[in-house]
């Protein structure tokens, strides 16, 4: 019974997934997809638990529930700003738990073949083993990769500024010629199960000394492709430890989760105009910036300040208004702010919209949600390849903590570091306010010219306190 | 599936032979997934991006059926320690996932 039941329940689960993911494609389904998804898991998790196996109900229980409270109370509290470091713990968490999958699947075969000594491939086949290693490997790189990503994001390693060691090209390739010597070793040549264990432990530890050497050099302004190349990696990882127990349900939903992430990771690729190799390579944008320490003297000549209240006149003269938010939004919280602004100017009849570039915020969406939060209704966040023809008949934008993703460079200066990057062209509109706190260069190290056209306007000061005053002028008239 | 596909070839002579189908079996499976998942995710709006990322990575929790087979009475201590730590691991990500990503769903509303 339990070879047809328990298998079906995997279907059904993996079902729920692909048809929950389906769901996705609409925001009006999405909350419902999410719900097929978690009854999927519930199927899944209650299928595997109705066997007739000889559970340790004690762990069993101490851990579901350990781990369900933990994740159940962070899931509550974490603020919307943090997602990209609470979805980068998680990640790794994912990781974590299939490594010690694969790892404890070594230990009871060890267990049950106690008395024989065998290798790992003549017993159980170079499948299994490398199915273990990969499992091991990919495991524990998502694990402390993810940890990496993490403590940068929350600024706790280095202020998130990437680390260069010297001749880390070199060590990383040691430490993945190290990890597939000790795999080959553990798989033909280890017979005694201490030794395999041993050697399990050597190949999770040195790659997980990997992962977190991968992601260090990585700077803050790339951190959204890292984010979903370790989803993909979790993905991954869950799969070859379907692999490794020859259980379909984890190689579906691994697969699934391994390529969203891929296109997640694509998508953000794409729009920053740099490949995957270039990004893991690290460090990008120091030979201009200097690690953020020695800052490039910028050759701003004709730059046009005014204040917040200044705009006033102007945007009551307008027909439309686009904000462009950026990353600096969100650290300044000024959401709230800037949809109070929009609802002052449509009480009086003027269109607004938002432009969202797909690397706004620190991970692929991070914008929208964290607009939608401040219940800005979604059919006003419109992207960029949808709001880029109408900056053209747009009265005025309104840029508050963007920079390269507006610098115009991108699109006309061949040999700068962000030339054929896809960009927001708001320097097409009539009239452009930029809300930032200095000229300092963004992530890519390079002045914008747009600070110094003739439409725009730079209003230097915070950007949630620079909104607030606009829209206390403009409340006041 | 698998099991159904793997119980077929009882008239293979080898242990081997019947491996190599059960590998295949599950490539098959795993292949297909990559492409299935491909198709659905390209679907979702970049707006939905940031809960397509934590509701998958709920879905990656998966792995907590592999952390409960897993947690095997009998067994050593050491193993079991090693399977709840997996099983909590999972569970972080299966919970927390799916309730982070509602309450973020629960933003996105129309006028």
Known sequence: MNEIAVPLCYLLAAVAFIVGLKMMSTVKGARRGNAMAALGMAIAIVGTLAQRVDFDWTWIVAGAAVGSLLGGWLAYRVPMTAMPEFVAMFNGLGGLASALVALCDLLHWSERTKDVELTPASALGWTWVIALVLSLAIGTITFTGSMAAWLKLSGKVNKGEPVLLPGRHAINVALGVVVVAVSIWLGGFAASHGVQTGAAIAIAVVAGLLGWLLVLPIGGADMPVVISLLNSYSGVAAATTGFVLKNDALIISGALVGASGLILTQIMCKAMNRSLGNVIAGGFGQTSSGAGGEKKKSSYTKVKSCSAEDTVAILESARSVIFVPGYGLAVSQGQHAIRELADLLEAKGIQCRYAIHPVAGRMPGHMNVLLAEANVPYEQLVEMDAINPTFKETDVVIVVGANDVVNPVARNQVGSPIYGMPILDVDQARTIFVIKRSLSPGFAGIDNPLFEADNALMIFADAKEALLQMAAGFKGK | ?111
Not at chain 2, 30 to 39: C, D, R, T
Not at chain 2, 97 to 108: A, E, I, S, Y
């Open chain 2, 1 to 111: 599936m698998t099991s159904l596909l793997v119980s077929l070839p009882l008239l293979l002579p080898s242990a081997a032979g019947d491996q190599n189908l059960a590998l295949i079996a599950e490539l098959t499976v795993f292949v297909l997934a990559v492409f299935l998942g491909i198709e659905v995710i390209n679907k979702v709006p970049p707006t939905l991006h940031t809960p397509l990322m934590s509701g998958s990575n709920a879905i990656s929790g998966i792995t907590v059926v592999g952390a409960l087979l897993s947690s095997l009475s009998g067994s050593a201590t050491t193993t079991n320690v090693l399977a709840c730590i997996a099983i909590a691991a999972a569970m972080v990500n299966v919970v927390g996932g799916f309730l982070v990503t509602d309450r973020m769903l629960k933003f996105f509303k129309k006028r």
